[in-house]
Each structure stands twice: as structure tokens, then as C-alpha cells.
């Protein structure tokens, strides 16, 4: 059964990616990070109005190329950890 999803980012931090469209950036992140949230579900023990106060999507390599592929990456990392 799949359920709406909105996800809101207040506040990122991205360390050491340079000069980025933080909104832009933002935007990406919180529409990949709802389409794996309706896509695989709540993580277990989420339900109803999950809220969380902080993420650390953790360190990775990124090539430079491509803010999509990178905001596509922070989101599946912050799921994971949504997971653990």
C-alpha cells in the first residue's frame, strides 16, 4: 500500500561540494528521498508523522558531474541511514 509522502529539508549542510545551487540541491534530495520513502516504505518502527531532527547522509566521492546524480546519492544514503 503505497502512502503520500512529503519530505521537507530546513536546513543543509554540504561540506566541501564547492559552489552548489543549495536549493536546487535541497529540491532534489527531498523528491528522490520521497519517491524511495513510497517506493520502499517507511523504515521499520516509522509510522504516521515520522519526524527527525538531523541526518548525516555520511563522506562519499563525488566526480563533479551531474548535481542530480549527486542529490540521487545523498538521498539513498539518508534512507539508509533512515533505516538503521
Same mark, same amino acid.
Not at 33 to 58: F, I, K, Q, V
Not at 69 to 80: K, N, P, V
Given at each position: 500500500?503505497?502512502?503520500?509522502? %512529503?519530505?521537507?529539508?530546513?536546513?543543509?549542510?554540504?561540506?566541501?561540494?564547492?559552489?552548489?545551487? %543549495?536549493?536546487?540541491?535541497?529540491?532534489?534530495?527531498?523528491? %528522490?528521498?520521497?519517491?524511495?520513502?513510497?517506493?520502499?516504505?517507511?523504515? !521499520?518502527? #516509522?509510522?504516521?508523522?515520522?519526524?527527525?531532527?538531523?541526518?548525516?547522509?555520511?563522506?562519499?566521492? #563525488?566526480?563533479?558531474?551531474?548535481?542530480?546524480?549527486?542529490?540521487?546519492?545523498?538521498?539513498? !544514503?539518508?534512507?539508509?541511514?533512515?533505516?538503521?
Amino acid at each position: 500500500m503505497n502512502r503520500d509522502v %512529503e519530505v521537507s529539508i530546513e536546513v543543509l549542510s554540504l561540506l566541501d561540494f564547492g559552489r552548489l545551487d %543549495e536549493r536546487a540541491m535541497r529540491s532534489g534530495i527531498e523528491a %528522490e528521498l520521497g519517491r524511495l520513502l513510497t517506493e520502499r516504505g517507511l523504515p !521499520h518502527g #516509522w509510522t504516521g508523522d515520522a519526524t527527525t531532527r538531523s541526518l548525516d547522509a555520511g563522506s562519499f566521492a #563525488w566526480d563533479g558531474t551531474g548535481t542530480d546524480r549527486l542529490a540521487a546519492s545523498i538521498a539513498l !544514503h539518508l534512507y539508509e541511514g533512515l533505516a538503521r
